[in-house]
């Protein structure tokens, strides 16, 4: 059974840093690729990071370029994302995902393909 575990929201002032944690099992981690996914009340969720877990290839969404870096620890089956300089545009309920095909734009820019998901967490950042 695939199962993924998030873990890290809460809430920060603005400019503040917060790290999310992505723990997956049930999968071999080198064949997937994981994106962090985030959806604010009334909006569309959206793919914000996702990484390829083979060979590193990462893909941003504007908006977060710069100020968040998505990284894995194979050691761990764990992906992380950094989140720095937050703002309160930011606040959502962020959620991990993963999928055992397509790039990590791929992936980020079509959310309804990942295969499977964890329960999300939620990062509030206030002004």
């Known amino acids: 059974e695939v199962q993924l575990q998030a873990s890290g929201g809460g809430s920060v002032q603005a400019g503040g840093s917060l790290r999310l944690s992505c723990a997956v099992s049930?999968?071999?981690?080198?064949?997937?690729?994981v994106g962090w996914f985030r959806q604010a009340p009334e909006m569309e969720r959206e793919g914000i990071s996702c990484?390829?877990?083979?060979?590193?290839?990462?893909y941003y969404e504007d908006s977060v370029k710069g100020r968040f870096i998505i990284s894995s620890d194979k050691s761990k089956n764990t992906v992380y994302l950094q989140m720095n300089s937050l703002k309160p545009g930011d606040t959502a309920v962020y959620s991990c995902?993963?999928?055992?095909?397509?790039?990590?734009?791929?992936?980020?820019?079509?959310?309804?393909?990942?295969?499977?998901w964890g329960k999300g967490t939620q990062v509030t950042v206030s002004s």
């Open positions: 990484i390829e877990d083979k060979d590193g290839s990462t």
């Open positions: 049930g999968v071999p981690f080198d064949d997937i690729v």
């Open positions: 995902a993963a999928d055992r095909f397509g790039s990590s734009q791929f992936a980020c820019r079509s959310y309804y393909s990942m295969e499977f």
